[in-house]
């Protein structure tokens, strides 16, 4: 574990998970990428990126995508985001849409939602690198089973999060949060190719900021800055 980037109240939840099989076969499998030349992203330093901004105790909600942008430049650890300078993907464009449909909140230029993760909204991947140009190129190795283990935590020991679940394959990666404790809200993926079919309409933002506000916590600033900083 002490090789191990990690947020420090992360590394404590967590702290078993990474000497199980599917972690070591995950590390063995990464390093033979490396070796073999392959370019993967994101960047090593950014695979924990979602968690190293958002602390668990910090989570408020938690938005699930499903593999890295695999485009250079793109990917740097928080689903649906995209690195300063990057034009934002047409699922994102399809978000900021509804967000202005939903709260009047005008798109911003740029992709980079830190500002999301920085307020609370675990920005989560369930697999956390991909090969360049290779879309779901790593799944199956082992992060999904990584990325369940941080679903489940969160579930059984944090109360009144927001899980916002876009498309078949976040729902069913999700299943296993307690309605009872927790709001899920589903709506179809805000690819151009699903967006139509729902996502369009079912206000997500203003749906969670209420939720949230109802149980005394501060609800989130969807709205992003219109300049953005280069990552550190």
């Given at each position: 574990?002490?090789?191990?980037?990690?947020?420090?109240?992360?590394?404590?939840?967590?702290?078993?998970?990474?000497?199980?099989?599917?972690?070591?076969?995950?590390?063995?499998?990464?390093?033979?990428?490396?070796?073999?030349?392959?370019?993967?992203?994101p960047?090593?330093?950014?695979?924990?990126?979602?968690?190293?901004?958002?602390?668990?105790?910090?989570?408020?909600?938690?938005?699930?995508?499903?593999?890295p942008?695999?485009?250079?430049?793109?990917?740097?650890?928080?689903?649906?985001?995209?690195?300063?300078?990057?034009?934002?993907?047409?699922?994102?464009?399809?978000?900021?849409?509804?967000?202005?449909?939903?709260?009047?909140?005008?798109?911003?230029?740029?992709?980079?939602?830190?500002?999301?993760?920085?307020?609370?909204?675990?920005?989560?991947?369930?697999?956390?690198?991909?090969?360049?140009?290779?879309?779901?190129?790593?799944?199956?190795?082992?992060?999904?089973?990584?990325?369940d283990?941080?679903?489940?935590?969160?579930?059984?020991?944090?109360?009144?999060?927001?899980?916002?679940?876009?498309?078949?394959?976040?729902?069913?990666?999700?299943?296993?949060?307690?309605?009872s404790?927790?709001?899920?809200?589903?709506?179809?993926?805000?690819?151009?190719?699903?967006?139509?079919?729902?996502?369009?309409?079912?206000?997500?933002?203003?749906?969670?900021?209420?939720y949230?506000?109802q149980?005394?916590?501060?609800?989130?600033?969807?709205?992003?800055?219109?300049m953005?900083?280069?990552?550190?």
């Open positions: 574990m002490t090789e191990i980037r990690l947020e420090p109240s992360w590394k404590q939840v967590l702290a078993d998970e990474f000497n199980k099989d599917h972690m070591l076969h995950l590390k063995q499998f990464l390093l033979q990428q490396k070796q073999a030349g392959k370019t993967v992203y960047k090593g330093s950014e695979y924990f990126r979602a968690l190293d901004l958002t602390p668990f105790e910090q989570v408020k909600v938690v938005i699930l995508g499903q593999d942008y695999h485009g250079p430049g793109q990917a740097h650890g928080l689903c649906f985001s995209v690195q300063p300078g990057i034009q934002p993907p047409p699922s994102l464009v399809n978000m900021y849409k509804e967000m202005q449909e939903d709260l009047g909140i005008p798109p911003v230029q740029h992709g980079f939602l830190q500002h999301w993760a920085e307020q609370g909204v675990l920005l989560l991947n369930s697999v956390l690198t991909v090969e360049h140009k290779q879309a779901a190129s790593h799944q199956g190795q082992g992060w999904e089973q990584f990325t283990r941080v679903i489940a935590e969160l579930n059984e020991h944090r109360e009144n999060l927001v899980f916002i679940l876009w498309g078949s394959y976040a729902q069913r990666k999700a299943a296993v949060v307690d309605t404790r927790h709001l899920v809200l589903k709506a179809p993926h805000p690819s151009p190719l699903s967006a139509y079919r729902g996502f369009f309409g079912s206000k997500p933002f203003s749906k969670t900021n209420q949230l506000q149980h005394g916590i501060t609800p989130i600033d969807w709205k992003l800055p219109e953005v900083a280069e990552p550190a």
